[in-house]
């Protein structure tokens, strides 16, 4: 079955995404020394963290649920274009620069296949 095995594919993919994004959202509300670090290197006050990791994992959850899905994908994609202009701004290597927009294509791309309203209204 070709739309089960997308159904699958789709969660495979999102659940990579998930996953990235709550250990990342989950440092920044705890601080261990490298967000510490990093923070200081991009020149944030280190009192946006939890904020910041907060807004994360709020974001996330809502892309978890099908009903809430598209919400949360759309969120995701401005705080990842937001970790993408910090990188940009603190002149940062390829790999850092480009690693939101990957997370970003992880999280549309795992919605597209799971969600076949989605995909209809897109493609």
Do not use: N
Request: hydrophobic share 60%; charged share 10%.
């Amino acid at each position: 079955m070709k739309s089960a095995r997308q159904l699958w594919t789709g969660w495979v993919i999102s659940a990579i995404a998930v996953l990235f994004l709550l250990f990342d959202g989950i440092l920044h509300v705890l601080k261990p020394q490298p967000v510490v670090d990093s923070f200081a290197q991009l020149g944030f006050p280190l009192s946006l963290a939890v904020g910041l990791g907060v807004l994360e994992l709020v974001c996330t959850v809502l892309y978890v649920f099908p009903r809430t899905a598209a919400l949360g994908a759309i969120l995701l994609t401005g705080y990842l274009g937001g970790a993408t202009a910090t990188q940009l701004r603190a002149g940062a290597e390829m790999f850092p620069l480009l690693f939101p927009g990957i997370i970003g294509l992880l999280v549309w791309g795992g919605l597209l296949l799971r969600d076949a309203r989605l995909r209809a209204l897109l493609l």
